[in-house]
């Protein structure tokens, strides 16, 4: 007899939903698709070089505590210079507020994990970045979406009449995933302010805010207020995503217990990558690589913008960031790009739908464009594919 | 103001339990203290020479896909790899039966996630691995446990009859963490008899089994049944813990459900340590190294044994386990292995307390000790430590 497994699933389970990006990326896996889907970095940044001269050091100088299982919280040499460097950029924190998490998504999941109940609400963009949703529907959270950051105390209030006070603020103040867009200082006091104000936790999200093409850096959540605000970083798009190492800075107590369920995930980060980053820290190598990445990515999507202006149809829009990884594209009202990508896949060439990242399933005449990982002349081909996709679309109706 | 942290804790979070060892190991990370605690590998059987081949070969030959994100279902050669050892073991499975982990803790704790409701049952060995049930408890699930196979039908029959079936039978067959059994074939038949019969999923969790000392391999429960076993396995223990590499074996339909969960839980296992692990198994390395473990182990486990015939008082009992890394030891009834701890500790030396692996609270008068980490010397003069802990206590009442 076999098992029937949809009898036995947890409510969890139930209400996890598969992610939209991956099923429609099966399609965009073939090698002839212009993929512009995925939130990838470009090898071209990965320091090969440096990696392998700092492997060999950890393994002819560490190899004993390297290869071996790890402290829950993180190796510590690590936890300090990440301590370090952001006391530079005015958090005061010490080693003890930074656990070490396999990967920010991590990060994400333990806090969904220790703060949700089924049926909490959350407060998030919309849109807003599609894991974090993932991983709150997982718990059974019920997300709300707001439009613009004025409406934050409106819905919270709302929440509160209703008895529903949100768990937490989820942001992503810097470079926003998908939008692009960067909260200036007054939206970000206004945040906290309302968190101050109604006694809320603050999710500051922070996978991009290295990656500055112009412009000047605001400050962050957690300097402005490190009561109730956890910052969540990674070194997936700054230095490479194939070691999955994260960090969540909180106060302690939040620490103590992000430790314990990490501890029941998988009991530590990976322990030998850890070690290989924290010497690419201490060799002054991040700082140098970052500066070049910027300056690649900034000419991504310098092009990328130049093919946009050049390709696309009229009614089309899309967003400049100052910073991160993708564009952020509106099509007339009206028009579905999930119908768009069924066209754009049969010219080779991808996306991920507007929709995905709106927990409310609003957003159906958005797309997302990453600009970091493809080549100059692909780029060009797959604007031009996606111009013509959208031109189709845009004059069939 | 600050933020009252207890106030928006999640339910799962107040089930989830600090682990004992962690707490009491604390206090056993003193250099002076000589610990019998973890489930440390030795260091001698890390491959180090081999990984710095190895890691050279991935970073100069395949950087671009082992340093960027991969697969949530893990590496495809790797996959392919394990399948391949598997069936060699009578498994009938191919590599999408097989998720890659971050860890197999992280195995238990996906499975977990999609299976366990609050007030969910489990079945489980008294004792058993406190890693799992910290998992358990994390999802509100309530184990049961039982001290031999033979109460398996009885208390599934009282859950059901009761209304609590439960959702998993959760073992360990191989050199079962702490007591070191292992289950005969015609004991690992009775537990799929039963699982048949009650329509049950069951866990094979198996760490330890290629660290076999002598002996013959009983035969894998999945060989015995694909249906409805989830199979568990790890590097941890037989090459390194520090890549964080383990996975699951089941039937697609659930490997399916777990990669929902992963993804939301960190995307994806640790790329680059999976790209050298697949390499490491293609060079052959894997078994050379593994019989080189297990003759240490073997060794290492002799010398535990004539420690402890050499020493121990009078009345103390413990295993002599064909493989894995522990003895169990049991005091006379009425004594209390926490206290013993203390006047250990004044000793200098460390174990696990018994009671922690109960998920009933029983089992006071056990402990765990480890013996594949320590070196002969320290292992003598820590048994003598520990029996004269022993010997103080069983005198003093």
């Known amino acids: 007899m076999a098992l029937d497994i949809q009898n036995i699933l947890s409510d969890n389970a139930k209400s996890m939903r598969r992610s939209a ?40 100088e560490e190899s004993t505590s390297a290869l071996q299982y790890g402290p829950t919280e993180g190796n510590g040499k690590l936890r300090e210079i990440l301590a370090e460097r952001y006391r530079a950029q005015g958090l005061e924190i010490t080693k003890d507020n930074i656990l070490i998490t396999t990967s920010s998504q991590q990060a994400i999941d333990l806090t969904s994990r220790i703060f949700i109940s089924p049926g909490d609400t959350i407060v998030c963009g919309l849109p807003s970045y599609l894991g974090a949703l993932q991983s709150f529907w997982s718990y059974q959270a019920n997300p709300i979406g707001i439009t613009k950051d004025e409406e934050l105390e409106i819905v919270v209030k709302a929440l509160i009449a209703t008895g529903k006070k949100p768990k937490f603020i989820y942001t992503i103040p810097d470079f926003q995933n998908p939008s692009g867009v960067t909260m200036n200082v007054e939206k970000r006091k206004m945040v906290l302010d309302v ?101 690649l990515y900034r000419n991504k999507r310098n092009h990328m913008i130049s093919c946009f202006e050049k390709y696309m149809p009229k009614g089309v829009e899309w967003t400049n960031p100052e910073g991160g990884l993708f564009l952020f594209v509106t099509l007339p009202e009206g028009y579905d790009t999930r119908e768009l990508f069924d066209v754009a896949i049969k010219e080779n060439v991808a996306f991920v739908i507007g929709e995905a990242f709106h927990c409310d399933g609003s957003g159906k005449n958005t797309l997302r464009i990453n600009f970091s990982f493809m080549d100059q002349e692909r780029t060009e081909e797959g604007v031009k594919r996606l111009a013509k996709a959208i031109d189709e679309m845009l004059n069939k109706s």
């Open 195 to 295: 968190a101050e104000k109604y006694d809320l936790l603050v999710i500051e999200d922070s996978p991009y805010r290295e990656i500055r093409f112009e412009g000047e850096h605001q400050p962050l959540l957690y300097s402005m207020n490190n009561q109730r605000v956890m910052l969540f970083g990674t070194l997936s798009k700054t230095v490479l995503p194939g070691f999955r190492i994260g960090w969540v800075i909180a106060p302690e107590e939040i620490i103590d217990r992000l430790v314990v369920a990490k501890q029941s995930s998988d009991l530590c980060a990976p322990v030998f990558d850890q070690a290989v980053v924290a010497r690419y820290f201490q060799k002054g190598l991040f700082d140098k690589n970052l500066s070049k990445t910027i300056d």
């Open 21 to 60: 990006i991956r099923d429609l990326l099966s399609v965009a896996n073939r090698p002839e698709v212009i993929s512009f889907a995925g939130g990838f970095p470009n090898p071209a940044t990965f320091p090969v070089e440096d990696l392998k001269v700092i492997m060999q050091e950890v393994l002819e």
